[in-house]
């Protein structure tokens, strides 16, 4: 039997707190998070990384997108669901239900974010800094959410898209807004 000392489960108490103000229940701290845009611009549940098609049908050869958070409906969705256990923090964004990540190769300001089948060489190929999201290989580019807003395929009330690209990164203004994102579970 272990005891406790008073110092320890302060320590340990505080552990607990820091995760749970940033959003994360202990019991998902290791399981799933959604990328989520920072602003919530025209859409009150807010825009998620999301692979195009409907969830577990979801399409691993077509870009990312920026979609209506499933969470505003119940649990975190496959298709747009990360894993967050030590993953993020090796710069690797891996939707485990699909064994696909986030592709930062041959990224250019403009073009699409992809996805990779996960490797050994997809880990800490992408950089979580200052509440923007860059391949490494290129810095200056920010994952950032399109200007223009159309409808999705469901959803009561119906849910809303927008592209999802790199671009070079902004300092201010609109496009910034576009492009601060946190992992929320």
Not at 75 to 103: H, L, N, W
Request: hydrophobic share 35%; glycine share 10%.
């Amino acid at each position: 039997m272990t005891i406790q000392t008073p110092l320890r489960l302060a320590a340990v108490a505080a552990a607990a707190l820091a995760i749970m103000a940033a959003g994360v229940t202990p019991a998902r701290a290791a399981t799933l998070s959604e990328l989520r845009l920072i602003s919530n611009l025209d859409e009150p549940r807010g825009y998620c990384v999301d692979m195009m098609g409907s969830k577990t049908e979801a399409k691993t050869t077509s870009p990312l997108q920026a979609h209506s958070c499933y969470s505003a409906e119940g649990p975190i969705s496959v298709d747009q669901g990360i894993t967050t256990s030590g993953v993020v923090s090796q710069g690797r964004v891996r939707i485990p239900y699909f064994g696909v990540c986030m592709a930062s190769a041959g990224a250019r300001a403009g073009g699409s974010v992809t996805l990779q089948t996960c490797s050994a060489t997809s880990t800490g190929t992408i950089r979580l800094a200052a509440r923007q999201v860059h391949p490494k290989s290129q810095p200056g580019l920010c994952l950032t959410v399109g200007s223009t807003t159309t409808e999705g395929g469901g959803g009561s009330p119906v849910h809303l898209k927008r592209t999802l690209t790199w671009q070079t990164c902004a300092a201010s203004g609109s496009t910034r807004t576009r492009q601060l994102w946190r992992l929320a579970a």
